[in-house]
């Protein structure tokens, strides 16, 4: 079982970013049969480019999934990325046991 994490911005106006929350929300839940969003409490993630701190407020969206299928995930990785107009959008799975 693998638990893979997108890291969403909260960019542009708020009905805007709903709306294109809404759609992971449910392109996930369609696919895996569920995802979870993280969108009460923002997180705030930091960076180091080129010497320059960078800031975001992100929004994690997460689903389970028994098998990880690599390239499906790179192609929505870019798809999110586009959508979100970011030139980089991170995602992570980590293997997990579901107690």
Known sequence: MHL????LP??????????RFAEVRDQLTTRFGGA??????PAEGLW???GAVEK???II?????VELDQNWWADYRKELEHRFKQDEIVVR???MTRL
């Not at 893979?4 to 890291?7: A, H, K, L, R």
């Open 36 to 41: 979870t969003l993280y969108r009460n409490a």
């Open 56 to 58: 975001d407020v992100i």
């Open 4 to 7: 893979i994490q997108i890291f």
């Open 61 to 65: 969206a997460e689903v389970m999934a």
């Open 10 to 19: 909260l960019v542009g106006n708020k009905r805007d970013s709903s709306k």
């Open 93 to 95: 799975a980590v293997s």
């Open 48 to 50: 180091e480019d080129e």
